[in-house]
């Protein structure tokens, strides 16, 4: 069966950190570009970040260059989401998805998704 499991979300306080996993299991992801998106309440899902085959990383929102970092270790078949300084306006359900080889910042190009971790960024 292939899914994917997001971990790592939680409650963290406003310039607070947190690491976010994706993990892979009945697939491997070595042929897949794997984004990061999130989906506040009422609002959107949204690309935030997509990491290539070769572990190019490209962020979609310029409010989170300098702050999140994705990356991603094939051997441990999983792609991380490094968020710091987070703000209270980073707080949702964040997702990982799989695209074959290339990046996008399209929620309707990704084929397989995981059921999502909550952050929340709250004093």
């Known amino acids: 069966q292939l899914q994917l499991v997001e971990s790592g979300g939680g409650l963290v306080q406003p310039g607070g950190s947190l690491r976010l996993s994706c993990a892979a299991s009945?697939?491997?992801?070595?042929?897949?570009?794997i984004g990061w998106f999130r989906q506040a309440p009422g609002k959107e899902r949204e690309g935030v970040s997509c990491?290539?085959?070769?572990?190019?990383?490209?962020n979609y929102l310029d409010s989170v260059i300098g702050r999140f970092t994705i990356s991603r270790d094939n051997a441990k078949n999983t792609v991380y989401l490094q968020m710091s300084s987070l703000k209270p306006e980073d707080t949702a359900v964040y997702y990982c998805?799989?695209?074959?080889?290339?990046?996008?910042?399209?929620?309707?190009?990704?084929?397989?998704w995981g059921q999502g971790t909550q952050v929340t960024v709250s004093s």
């Open positions: 998805a799989t695209r074959h080889y290339y990046c996008s910042r399209y929620t309707s190009e990704f084929g397989s």
């Open positions: 009945g697939f491997t992801l070595d042929d897949y570009a």
């Open positions: 990491i290539t085959r070769s572990s190019i990383p490209i």
